[in-house]
């Protein structure tokens, strides 16, 4: 029996492997941060995370803290702090000419957007399922499950909700490369895991030529204040239960300011790792998929990573947290670490029925379509040939697919909980969404007919149709 249970999944860079450790390591003042054992497997950058189940039990008993309105009220403050920090360094980061700096100075900047991306991953653990438990527990125990979804979300923008605004405003004009460009820059995460600007315009281009057709409007600002009403209607006999509700929809709004910081580092170091490799002669690939910090820092002294280390990486790379020490391994060794450390959890067994957490009730029957999150290419793919009533089964969404999701009849994830990107935008179109599956995304194939019973939180797999 395996010590850990499943956190997360999603596509992204070994840095976001090692950040995840790093947060724990160096930011142990955030109280989620003080994790036992952490295991994180990659398999061609498509990386799943592991807590232990005694870390799991330390969050979820955590979680009763907010019930405390000055332990919440002292977290939101400094997460604020850290945020605007977070965002200033970005902009110093775009004013950077990198081609000026020394080496050593090219470091020192890759080193502090690490450190800041680390320290913002340590927030996001206070998001998540087991760390907002006794919160969803209440709230749901006494409003049930359709009432609950509608008071989770914030009646306040969000980063994504703004993002939507600015970005139907673009449609209307001439494309433009540079407007998608500023665009990415004012919301760097829809475009995670780029890894160029070419990269970026290109998929910003695809979007844009999509919804210039097809893009469902949204009058954003009047959905919230319709939202409002209906909020204001169920806490109407339950006033008392509002400061809990205010704490729930902060969080809500904090994960997607989380978001915003740690994907968008990806966006905002494109020129810093170009620098590097034109530098060294080593691929912007290689450098944004494969390395670690030290490593590039090597890097730059001329040590390359061979051919098979990467291939190896590639193949199978391990991060281990373990006994207050950091553990790194990559192929066959990866594999013999991941299978030691995991136990049963190494290997998915196949089973008809899927079971998770229910983020917005309802139940309906559709074709599964699989989508890897942050897989620039699939997600191209998808965009033009999702339609309308099937059912989007991915590790996590990522509101650079919110044109995906829209045409969805339901939403099931790997990853997530009640504050969830696919629990709020679910909540937003009313759908039927399942979150915590663990592995949905590796037991459903794309194609197979499926029901998704979100009033039970179970996904059953129907038959096969192509």
């Not at 709020?424 to 794309?446: M, N, Q, W, Y």
Request: glycine share 4%.
């Amino acid at each position: 029996m395996s010590d850990y249970i499943f956190l997360w999944g999603n596509s992204q860079s070994n840095l976001t492997l090692q950040a995840n450790i790093v947060s724990a390591l160096r930011h142990k003042d955030i109280p989620w941060n003080r994790i036992e054992k952490m295991v994180l497997v990659s398999r061609n950058n498509r990386i799943y995370c592991f807590h232990s189940k005694k870390s799991a039990i330390h969050d979820k008993e955590l979680s009763r803290k907010f019930f405390d309105k000055k332990f919440a009220e002292k977290l939101f403050k400094r997460m604020n702090t850290d945020y605007a920090k977070h965002w200033k360094f970005f902009d110093v980061m775009w004013k950077t000419d990198y081609s000026r700096l020394s080496d050593k100075d090219l470091m020192k900047h890759l080193t502090k957007a690490i450190d800041n991306w680390s320290l913002i991953i340590g927030y996001f653990r206070a998001t998540q399922t087991t760390s907002t438990h006794y919160l969803d527990e209440k709230l749901k125990k006494i409003f049930g499950d359709k009432d609950t979804s509608l008071l989770m979300l914030s009646p306040e923008l969000d980063s994504a909700n703004r993002e939507i605004i600015s970005w139907q405003n673009l449609v209307k004009c001439h494309y433009s490369g540079k407007k998608l460009l500023n665009h990415a820059r004012k919301y760097p995460w829809v475009v995670a895991f780029h890894l160029t600007y070419k990269d970026v315009i290109d998929t910003l281009r695809h979007r844009f030529e999509y919804d210039r057709k097809n893009l469902l409007w949204r009058d954003v600002r009047k959905e919230k204040e319709e939202l409002k009403k209906k909020q204001k209607q169920i806490l109407k006999n339950k006033p008392h239960l509002k400061p809990v509700v205010d704490i729930v929809q902060k969080l809500a709004l904090s994960r997607m300011q989380i978001k915003s910081c740690w994907a968008g580092t990806d966006f905002y170091l494109m020129p810093l790792i170009n620098e590097i490799s034109k530098r060294t002669g080593e691929s912007v690939q290689s450098i944004s998929k494969y390395y670690l910090i030290e490593e590039i820092k090597m890097l730059l002294d001329g040590r390359l990573l061979s051919e098979q280390e990467k291939q190896n990486r590639k193949l199978c790379f391990v991060g281990l947290l373990k006994d207050g020490k950091e553990i790194y391994e990559s192929g066959d060794e990866a594999e013999k670490l991941a299978k030691k450390e995991l136990k049963d959890l190494y290997e998915v067994k196949e089973t008809s029925e899927i079971k998770g957490d229910t983020a917005n009730p309802g139940n309906v029957v559709g074709i599964a379509r699989i989508l890897e999150s942050n897989n620039v290419e699939q997600t191209r793919g998808l965009r033009a040939s999702f339609k309308k009533g099937e059912i989007l089964i991915t590790q996590m969404t990522q509101p650079s697919i919110m044109d995906i999701a829209g045409r969805a009849s339901a939403i099931v994830t790997d990853e997530g909980g009640m504050l969830s990107h696919a629990a709020i935008i679910s909540r937003e179109f009313d759908i039927p969404c399942i979150v915590g599956t663990h592995f949905a995304t590796t037991l459903i194939k794309d194609g197979e007919m499926i029901e998704v019973d979100a009033n039970k939180g179970t996904v059953r797999k129907i038959k096969k149709i192509r």
